[in-house]
Nanobody
Framework: QVQLVESGGGLVQAGGSLRLSCVAS????????MGWFRQRPGERRELVAT???????QYSSSVAGRFTISRDNAKNTMYLQMDSLKPEDTGVYYC?????????WGQGTQVTVSS
């Protein structure tokens, strides 16, 4: 079973940047379209960025123009560059396949944006 480990979160002021990383134990990035998900306090987990095996990246309207998803297959690592952060970006961020069946969810990485 693939293991996913997210890192790179932290506390940042509004307008700042963070880069999240997702390391996978297997070749899931080559086989599945992947995504970064966000779970804001009191809300359901939502997909905010998609990185297909082939094709164009996609973003939710709430992050388009500010977030960039990418991967390094040689390192089995996927990234989420987050710029111009807003307080509403606060939440726990997870990586996984963009649709079911999902791999086991990792613990996520907490992002907190202060105003």
């Amino acid at each position: 079973q693939v293991q996913l480990v997210e890192s790179g979160g932290g506390l940042v002021q509004a307008g700042g940047s963070l880069r999240l990383s997702c390391v996978a134990s297997g070749n899931i990035f080559r086989m599945r379209n992947m995504g970064w998900f966000r779970q804001r306090p009191g809300e359901r987990r939502e997909l905010v960025a998609t990185l297909p095996v082939r094709g164009r990246t996609q973003y939710s309207s709430s992050v388009a123009g500010r977030f960039t998803i990418s991967r390094d297959n040689a390192k089995n690592t996927m990234y989420l560059q987050m710029d111009s952060l807003k307080p509403e970006d606060t939440g726990v961020y997870y990586c996984n396949a963009d649709i079911r069946p999902h791999a086991d969810w990792g613990q996520g990485t907490q992002v907190t944006v202060s105003s």
